[in-house]
């Protein structure tokens, strides 16, 4: 395997792993303003809003995280396999 085949791998691979990072990050914040909006329907105060904003981007991470944990695993193996390629082409 080349060199620029391998960047290049490495590159898609990382657009990959960012991509699900967005993802699992803006369902996380949508979870967040839920816990908010249920905080503010439930008329609670304070720490309960705080501790509603928080559960609710946990919760919403929750799936996601299960989801795409044995391809971000899968992901970061071979990224470090192209690595060792590429340490040993130098």
Same mark, same amino acid.
């Given at each position: 395997?080349?060199?620029?085949?391998?960047?290049?791998?490495?590159?898609?691979? @990382?657009?990959?792993? !960012?991509?699900? *990072?967005? =993802?699992?990050?803006?369902? %996380?914040?949508?979870?967040?303003?839920?816990?908010?909006?249920?905080?503010?329907?439930?008329?609670? $105060?304070?720490?309960? =809003?705080?501790?509603?904003? *928080?559960? %609710?981007?946990? @919760? !919403?991470? /929750?799936?996601?995280?299960?989801?795409?944990?044995? $391809?971000? !695993?899968?992901?970061?193996?071979? @990224?470090?396999? *192209?690595?060792?390629? /590429?340490?040993?082409?130098?």
């Amino acid at each position: 395997m080349s060199n620029q085949e391998i960047q290049d791998e490495r590159a898609t691979i @990382l657009a990959e792993n !960012a991509s699900i *990072l967005v =993802k699992s990050s803006a369902v %996380g914040i949508a979870g967040s303003i839920a816990g908010l909006l249920y905080a503010n329907n439930q008329k609670i $105060k304070g720490w309960g =809003k705080l501790g509603c904003v *928080l559960a %609710g981007g946990y @919760l !919403a991470r /929750l799936p996601m995280a299960l989801l795409y944990t044995d $391809k971000l !695993a899968t992901n970061l193996t071979r @990224l470090d396999q *192209l690595q060792q390629m /590429l340490d040993q082409q130098e």
